[in-house]
């Protein structure tokens, strides 16, 4: 693993993240600990989370990886771990916090609010990285910016960042940053993936003009990347196959979007691909996530140890010429596999 600078801040982090968006829910506590054990044996230092998790958010279990998570921390030196994790904002309309009821946004009161909740749960008295889960492109970008200075200025963050956000977005907040004198954003954290390289255009470029690093969710597709879904199948506690079977219109054009046809032919190619390497197709996506030049961290979840221990193959797994230009030969076959059905959302 390399370590490598947040931006502009003053946070180096391990180019794995450990994701935690399974604790509580696809994975118990006991699960949880094991995994973060696991991952920080390992010699990962960068963990993220949210208020929101685990994923898909209900009102019932808001803030229980947080909790998981805080109880964690505290078995640990608070000083080796570099914590992340984010508050809701509007959430395009599809989820909004219910401990707060009634419709949110980036503002002051609601930032400080769930800072406040998210140290509480968390058992710490600072973030190291706190993120806008979702734009709020219907506010000033300076008084979010605003309300996250004061943060970092009372010492309950040190560097702030930015999520599910577009080139234009994150270039209105760098340049409301400027202008007033605030915080920057030092981080995007976007999906990013082998079928999902949208980030590698307008975004990528933002990112290395403006000294923003990318912090890429989502490398293994959702687990298509790892092949669960091939040949048709949906395997049980999967989140996607219970969104195919059971889900709203929502969650099923969600799903359809990580689980097509072109999505699954895309992993088809790959399996060759890792096969002729040795590895499996999830080191594969990791390790070609983390060679990005814009890429400062690559964020992963796992649900089970044995999960965690296929992932960390991708360490030390650097791809060679000739294997990245068998990868981009698919993309240029098969451009852009998760907007199928027209789907073209963040």
């Not at 808001?62 to 998570?69: L, M, P």
């Not at 920057?184 to 003009?209: H, K």
């Not at 699954?264 to 040795?278: C, M, Y």
Request: proline letters at 4%; aromatic letters at 8%.
């Amino acid at each position: 693993m390399e370590r490598r600078r947040l931006g502009r801040s003053g946070l180096v982090v391990t180019d794995l993240c450990m994701g935690t968006m399974t604790f509580g829910l696809q994975a118990d506590e006991a699960e949880s600990f094991a995994i973060l054990d696991r991952a920080y044996d390992a010699g990962i230092d960068f963990y993220d989370a949210a208020e929101m998790y685990p994923v898909p958010p209900s009102a019932e279990r808001f803030g229980i990886t947080e909790e998981i998570v805080g109880r964690w921390l505290r078995t640990k030196p608070r000083g080796q771990v570099i914590l992340a994790t984010k508050v809701t904002g509007p959430g395009h309309g599809w989820f909004r916090p219910p401990v707060r009821g009634g419709f949110t946004a980036l503002d002051r009161r609601q930032i400080r609010q769930a800072c406040d909740d998210s140290l509480r749960r968390l058992q710490t008295d600072y973030i190291d990285l706190y993120q806008t889960h979702w734009p709020d492109h219907g506010m000033r970008q300076e008084d979010t910016l605003a309300a996250l200075t004061e943060l970092v200025n009372e010492g309950k963050v040190r560097a702030i960042g930015c999520s599910n956000e577009t080139s234009w977005g994150l270039m209105k907040n760098l340049w409301a940053s400027e202008k007033h004198g605030l915080t920057r954003f030092d981080t995007v954290q976007n999906n990013f993936s082998i079928i999902n390289r949208r980030c590698e255009n307008e975004l990528a470029q933002v990112c290395r003009m403006e000294g923003v690093s990318l912090l890429p969710y989502s490398p293994l597709g959702g687990g298509v990347l790892a092949g669960k879904y091939q040949d048709g199948a949906l395997p049980d506690g999967a989140r996607f196959s219970d969104y195919l079977r059971g889900g709203g219109e929502r969650q099923q054009r969600m799903a359809r979007r990580f689980v097509n046809a072109r999505t699954l032919a895309t992993v088809e190619r790959l399996q060759a691909i890792a096969g002729d390497l040795g590895v499996s197709v999830a080191a594969l996506a990791l390790a070609w996530s983390r060679q990005h030049d814009f890429v400062a961290s690559t964020i992963f979840g796992a649900t089970t140890v044995a999960q965690l221990e296929e992932n960390l193959r991708a360490a030390d797994l650097i791809l060679d010429d000739a294997t990245l230009r068998r990868i981009d030969a698919i993309e240029e076959e098969m451009p852009n596999p998760m907007t199928e059905d027209g789907l073209r959302r963040l």
